[in-house]
């Protein structure tokens, strides 16, 4: 199965300039990418979609991804925790949620029910449910357990040993990123962001047997210590980072090659501007995202300018800051780190494929065709993409999730 894809502007994911051309597609992959305005002009083709001048770009990723935090754009849960059954209706739902944004890949940031996620990302995989690829997670890791749940041995508990259980659990159930929470959360507990939650010692035992069992940890991660712990582990992402000092900036920027980070706006700037009714108090929340975007406006652009490889995926989920709204991610970069809308979309795009560790994120000859058509120009104006139906073409891997509007067959 051929198609061709001519008249576009194509933005290759690399942060450069938007060219005229066309692309080719065979099968699952891209075979040619030509430069010019009558570029494969006569190229044979099953499927022929002329874009019109539109932006031909890599589809998006999102870098901290929770499918099981219910809400999205379709759906709002006012309650955080679901009963099973609708935990996994909830997560099915927000994956094709997020594809229909033009997400084709996510990064688990961890999940509130065991085995959904393995079994959702290999329902994808297999064409039984619409949603973009996965690398999937399991229930977040804190030693002591969330807010005192008991989550069983597995989840919870001290000790090095206790590390190389749970990440030889993971193994076994299909699990391809673990979440640890490393540092406290503010916005959930007051003052606890700089509390370091796991000993060196059961940190190192996780990276080695995570290594060993070729799994990749992603970490929360606040305060210095925090950070410091994590890359020594191994830690492939880390989230947030906000308190990070000179000394951790200057540790990030020379493991810059070895792990991506991404801050995660998205829930601060949603948490501020909330306006949440009377019986729900953001008080905390609130306080702790104003903080944070404070701090990571001087520290974002600082790791940028020293190399450090930043990711989109703002915790998105909760009802003030629902699962389709996540290019909005791309504008706060823009707004408040300072970067230009090709740096952004770089960080959707080429560095998300990087932490997918897959041939995604760039619009390449011998990639992945994961491909989407844009009525505009998003490096002029990257805020259109928050608007689905200035996605007129979704493609993954080839095959059309949002066909547009005019294909013309051979």
């Known amino acids: 199965m051929r198609t061709l894809i001519r008249q576009v502007s194509i933005f290759d994911g690399t942060g450069s300039a938007p060219q005229a051309g066309a692309v080719l597609i065979e099968g699952e992959r891209i075979q040619r990418v030509a430069l010019g305005a009558d570029a494969l002009a006569g190229e044979a083709a099953d499927t022929v979609i002329d874009g019109h001048g539109m932006t031909l770009m890599?589809?998006?990723?999102?870098?901290?991804?929770?499918?099981?935090?219910?809400?999205?754009?379709?759906?709002?849960?006012?309650?955080?925790?679901?009963?099973?059954?609708?935990?996994?209706?909830?997560?099915?739902?927000?994956?094709?949620?997020?594809?229909?944004?033009?997400?084709?890949?996510?990064?688990?940031?961890?999940?509130?029910?065991?085995?959904?996620?393995?079994?959702?990302?290999?329902?994808?995989?297999?064409?039984?449910?619409?949603?973009?690829?996965?690398?999937?997670?399991?229930?977040?890791?804190?030693?002591?357990?969330?807010?005192?749940?008991?989550?069983?041995?597995?989840?919870?508990?001290?000790?090095?040993?206790?590390?190389?259980?749970?990440?030889?659990?993971?193994?076994?159930?299909?699990?391809?990123?673990?979440?640890?929470?490393?540092s406290g959360e503010d916005a959930l507990k007051p003052n606890s962001a700089m509390d370091v939650l796991y000993t060196r010692e059961e940190l190192e035992a996780a990276g080695e047997a995570a290594r060993d069992a070729g799994l990749w940890i992603a970490a929360h991660t606040y305060s210095p210590e925090?950070?410091?712990?994590?890359?020594?582990?191994?830690?492939?992402?880390?989230?947030?980072?906000?308190?990070?000092?000179?000394?951790?900036?200057?540790?990030?920027?020379?493991?810059k090659d070895k792990f991506f980070y991404a801050p995660g706006p998205g829930v601060s700037i949603a948490a501020i501007e909330a306006n949440p009714p009377p019986h729900v108090d953001m008080t905390h929340m609130k306080a702790s995202a104003n903080v944070r975007m404070g701090l990571e406006g001087k520290l974002v652009p600082e790791l940028k300018a020293r190399g450090v490889r930043i990711l989109t995926g703002g915790d998105y989920g909760f009802p003030f800051n629902p699962h389709g709204r996540n290019a909005r991610d791309l504008e706060h970069f823009v707004q408040h780190y300072g970067f230009t809308a090709a740096e952004a979309l770089r960080s959707a795009t080429q560095y998300g494929g990087e932490l997918m560790g897959l041939e995604v994120g760039l619009v390449k000859e011998g990639w992945l065709a994961d491909l989407l058509l844009v009525d505009g120009d998003p490096t002029a104006d990257v805020a259109i993409l928050q608007d689905k139906d200035r996605l007129k073409m979704i493609m993954k891997g080839g095959v059309l999730h949002k066909a547009p509007a005019e294909i013309e067959p051979s």
């Open 226 to 255: 925090a950070i410091g712990l994590a890359l020594d582990a191994g830690a492939r992402v880390l989230y947030h980072c906000s308190f990070a000092d000179d000394a951790t900036v200057d540790r990030m920027a020379a493991d």
């Open 58 to 182: 890599p589809g998006l990723v999102d870098s901290h991804t929770h499918l099981t935090w219910g809400s999205s754009v379709e759906k709002i849960y006012h309650q955080f925790i679901l009963p099973a059954d609708e935990l996994k209706v909830a997560a099915w739902r927000n994956a094709r949620v997020l594809l229909d944004h033009g997400f084709t890949s996510i990064y688990s940031a961890g999940a509130l029910g065991d085995m959904i996620e393995p079994e959702l990302a290999q329902a994808i995989a297999a064409g039984e449910t619409p949603g973009p690829r996965m690398v999937p997670s399991t229930l977040e890791r804190s030693p002591e357990g969330d807010e005192g749940i008991d989550t069983g041995d597995v989840f919870n508990g001290r000790g090095p040993e206790a590390m190389r259980n749970f990440v030889a659990y993971c193994k076994d159930e299909g699990v391809q990123s673990i979440k640890l929470v490393v």
